[in-house]
T-cell receptor, first 112, second 115 residues
Framework: EAGVVQSPRYKIIEKKQPVAFWCNPI?????LYWYRQNLGQGPELLIR????????DSQLPKDRFSAERLKGVDSTLKIQPAELGDSAVYLC??????????FGSGTRLTVV | AQSVSQHNHHVILSEAASLELGCNYS??????LFWYVQYPGQHLQLLLK??????LVKGIKGFEAEFIKSKFSFNLRKPSVQWSDTAEYFC?????????????FGQGTTLQVKP
């Protein structure tokens, strides 16, 4: 079974530029999560989808961050414009019910 | 708000030493508990999980963890560590109330095993 696939693995952009991350969850997993992991910290939830509906986006900085999950499968997380403080690893995870969470390899974003 | 606390930020051990990493959470209701490991340059991998039943759970690579409900703890143990256990370890909690469904992570513990 293929795992959670994320791309790109690494991204370096200048501040004020836009950036997008893509996630393909495990087939059949209806719940998709985007987490942000700052250096030396544990991951923190940005947004959770149940199928195509965003059911928890309370931690998403909505002034610059947006996400979508078309057709309840793949998801895209966008930052526009990026700030220096957005440098982090962005993790995607998926689960079927709340029992098993599988994480992708993440996208390491560096904003310069 | 629910939170997870890992007591040790950085642990250094020699090979064959015993390991115990502390994890406490703040939530009075029912929880699912997890330990994840992140090897250098790799993604988070599940070590073990507790949902219900026997509070002593065994995971991969010889790791185990004990859920002590009265102490709100879920400490990770391994009797004899190896150099290959060098990694970052995260405790995580899923609070089973309402419709949260999200994992709350501790800040992580970096384990360095000296050969």
């Amino acid at each position: 079974e293929a795992g959670v696939v994320q791309s790109p693995r690494y991204k370096i952009i200048e501040k004020k530029q836009p950036v997008a991350f893509w996630c393909n969850p495990i087939s059949g997993h209806n719940t998709l999560y985007w987490y942000r992991q700052n250096l030396g910290q544990g991951p923190e939830l940005l947004i959770r989808y149940e199928n195509e509906e965003a059911v928890d986006d309370s931690q998403l900085p909505k002034d610059r961050f947006s996400a979508e999950r078309l057709k309840g499968v793949d998801s895209t997380l966008k930052i526009q414009p990026a700030e220096l403080g957005d440098s982090a690893v962005y993790l995607c995870a998926s689960s079927l019910a709340r029992n098993g969470y599988t994480f992708g390899s993440g996208t390491r974003l560096t904003v310069v | 708000a629910q939170s997870v606390s890992q007591h040790n930020h950085h642990v250094i051990l020699s090979e064959a030493a015993s390991l115990e990493l502390g994890c406490n959470y703040s939530y009075g209701g029912t929880v699912n508990l997890f330990w994840y490991v992140q090897y250098p340059g790799q993604h988070l991998q599940l070590l073990l999980k507790y949902f219900s039943g026997d509070p002593l759970v065994k995971g991969i690579k010889g790791f185990e963890a004990e859920f002590i409900k009265s102490k709100f703890s879920f400490n990770l143990r391994k009797p004899s560590v190896q150099w290959s256990d060098t990694a970052e370890y995260f405790c995580a909690v899923n609070c089973l109330s309402g419709n949260t469904g999200k994992l709350i992570f501790g800040q992580g513990t970096t384990l360095q095993v000296k050969p």
